[in-house]
């Protein structure tokens, strides 16, 4: 574990890289349950004067890593949350996933439910589709996002892109209503995929399918793995809808 003293050790010379830092400058440090939220301490100016110094960093210094990070300076406990969720974040998904996602303008907290109810109210998609949790909390995180997909060879770009909804218009709901009572499950969809085109549909356990002019296909079983597809695209053959290995 990184010690206070150790943090500010660290964060010392790390200020001192970018621009010279007196030894006597005086640090401020917040210690929180993942580390330590550490600044230079500009003193006030005389009344009347302007500060010599405007704006700034902050950064965290990892309490079990010592790695450093640098933030804007915002409040100390704001950092320290945002610290939070980024690496909770960083657990949820896969490295290659975090980083294309967070490319796309995703970043943990991401919250569009002022306009994916917007949407819903006016384009009355729920009257046909009423919309469940699980449809809520992904249109809510990644809402209005699109999400480009690798290629053969993992090459940037070179597959399919997702488009999250909200969108100008609701999508057409025949297919999906038609798959829902045939399967006898509740779905809604949450996605534009470029292939086809096809809409992408999620379940009230939180399992995503694709509904494709050729089939409907199993994506995966959580959400969150469903992501990880839409980055990667398949690295296995899709699981037909009739075939009884998805269920």
């Known amino acids: 574990m990184v010690t ?8 010392r010379a790390w200020f001192s890289s970018g621009q010279p830092l007196a030894d006597d400058a005086e640090l401020g440090v917040h210690e929180f349950d993942l580390g330590y939220v550490i600044w ?3 003193p006030a100016p005389p009344p009347g004067q302007i500060p010599a110094q405007v704006g700034g960093v902050r950064v965290v210094v990892d309490g079990t890593t010592g790695e450093i990070s640098s933030w804007p300076m915002l409040p100390v406990t704001y950092v320290a949350d945002q610290y ?3 690496q909770a974040a960083k657990q949820r998904f896969p490295a290659d996933v975090y980083a294309d996602i967070t490319a796309a303008g995703w970043f943990p907290g991401r919250d569009v439910s002022a306009s994916v109810r ?3 109210d006016r384009t009355g998609l729920e009257r046909e589709l009423p ?5 809520w909390k992904a249109l809510a995180e990644f809402g209005q996002l699109t999400i480009p997909q690798r290629g ?3 090459r940037p770009g070179g597959g399919f892109p997702t488009t999250f909804y909200p969108a100008r218009y609701a999508p057409t709901t025949e297919e999906i209503l038609d798959l829902s009572h045939e399967l006898g499950i509740p779905l809604f969809p949450i996605a534009g995929h470029e292939d086809g085109p096809s809409h992408i549909v999620i379940n009230e356990r939180g399992r995503v399918f694709l509904l ?6 199993f994506i995966a079983d959580t959400f969150d793995e469903a992501v990880a597809w839409m980055v990667r695209g398949w690295d296995t053959p899709p699981i037909d809808l009739y075939d009884d290995r998805w269920r």
């Open 4 to 11: 206070r003293d150790e943090a500010v050790r660290l964060a």
């Open 40 to 42: 230079v301490v500009v």
């Open 152 to 154: 053969p060879g993992g």
């Open 212 to 217: 494709h002019d050729v089939g409907e296909f």
């Open 84 to 86: 939070r969720l980024t």
């Open 131 to 135: 919309i469940f949790d699980a449809a």
């Open 118 to 120: 917007a949407w819903l």
